[in-house]
């Protein structure tokens, strides 16, 4: 079935460091993709999709672009800030009702 | 704020009562959903409704039931709670017909002991 995995946490970075978090789906066809965020004490929050392949979602400095060819959906930021400190998590959805998540990656970000 | 209120907030509770946790929303969207997050599984979706009275499974929804009398609540009962179901519980609703894009309640922490 369609799947999702990410990259154990957590990642631990300097402030203005360079953030990448790794994502990789299973999925017969073309899903849809999506990097939401959790802050601490609250719930998940969209930071930014992409419907198809080569695809780039942007938002708040993060980026992440669709590969079809490697199915991975790899997040990035070129400067990261202690406020970045969060739980990241890839989703997808295939036209279905149901989203589909991975695991979550926990950042942790010191000044 | 997404329109989404979750309560309790927090619940302590003793295995084998019977608990219900209510998500309101305010906005007058379809599809509302009920994930359980907890280490090592991410979110796993456990029941959701597509309309009024409307509700399917998820992928953990043995020991959890639903019900959906009016589009704002959605309720999710323990029966009999056990402490595999000590957890943090999250609503979402879609508000996109076309983009399955959700918006996350603050959540309700639930030990049971």
């Known amino acids: 079935g369609d799947s999702v995995t990410q990259m154990e946490g957590p990642v631990t970075l300097s402030e203005e460091a360079f953030l990448t978090i790794n994502c990789t789906y299973t999925?017969?066809?073309?899903?849809?993709l999506f990097w939401y965020v959790q802050y601490p004490g609250e719930g998940l929050q969209l930071l930014l999709k992409?419907?198809?392949?080569?695809d780039k979602g942007s938002n708040k400095g993060f980026e992440a672009t669709y590969r079809k060819e490697t199915t991975s959906f790899h997040l990035e930021k070129g400067s990261v800030q202690v406020s970045d400190s969060a739980v990241y998590f890839c989703?997808?959805?295939?036209?279905?009702?149901?989203?589909?998540f991975g695991t979550g990656t926990r950042l942790q970000v010191f000044p | 704020d997404a329109g989404i209120t979750q309560s309790p907030r927090h619940k302590v509770t003793e295995t084998g009562t019977p608990v219900t946790l209510r998500c309101h929303q305010t906005?007058?969207?379809?599809?509302m959903y009920w994930y359980r997050q907890d280490p090592g599984h991410g979110l796993r979706l456990i029941h959701y409704?597509?309309?009024?009275?409307?509700?399917d499974k998820g992928e953990v929804s043995d020991g959890y039931s639903v019900s959906r009398s009016k589009t704002e609540d959605f309720l999710l009962t323990l029966e009999s709670a056990t402490s595999s179901q000590t957890s943090v519980y999250f609503c979402?609703?879609?508000?996109?017909?076309?983009?399955?894009?959700?918006?996350f309640g603050a959540g309700t922490r639930l030990s049971v002991l």
């Open positions: 989703a997808l959805d295939y036209n279905t009702d149901k989203l589909i």
């Open positions: 992409a419907t198809k392949a080569d």
């Open positions: 999925a017969t066809g073309y899903p849809s």
């Open positions: 979402a609703i879609r508000r996109d017909r076309t983009q399955n894009i959700q918006y």
């Open positions: 906005e007058n969207h379809r599809y």
């Open positions: 409704s597509y309309g009024v009275k409307d509700t």
